[in-house]
């Protein structure tokens, strides 16, 4: 799993940028089977102040999701980010949940190949009611 720990001790009181890149083996420690692959690159901005740290955040890059159609490989981009001001319990702040959770939300409900992308024995399979 990539880090998306802050050492927040270590930050000069303007801040700090970092950047990571998140790809499947982060997904995977969420247990989530939907997400084939993934490169997404997290861009973070973090500025302490004493109790409490303010976090700008970049989420960008694509990931490979099953098509709900066909059930051939998907890929997608994503593009989200999020700005929250955290209150951390220690000397620590984990982004790692956030980001999990805004690359999901920033995926369409239904996602499917685009018209005439789905593999064509499913689609026949499919449109021929033998279901």
């Keep these: 799993m990539q880090p998306f720990t802050v050492k927040l001790s270590g930050l000069a009181s303007a801040g700090a940028e970092l950047e990571w890149t998140a790809g499947p083996a982060f997904f995977e420690s969420f247990g989530n089977p939907d997400i084939l692959d993934a490169c997404v690159k997290v861009r973070a901005r973090v500025v302490p102040h004493g109790l409490t740290t303010d976090v700008e955040c970049s ?25 929250e001001v955290y209150t951390p319990e220690g000397d620590e702040l984990d982004l790692s949940q956030d980001v999990y959770d805004y690359v999901c939300t920033s995926l369409p409900l239904q996602r499917v190949h685009e018209e005439g992308q789905c593999n064509q024995e499913t689609v026949k399979y499919l449109s021929n009611n033998n279901i």
């Design 59 to 83: 989420i960008e890059g694509s990931v490979t999701v099953p098509c709900d159609r066909c059930l051939e490989a998907l890929k997608l981009p994503v593009e989200t980010g999020f700005s």
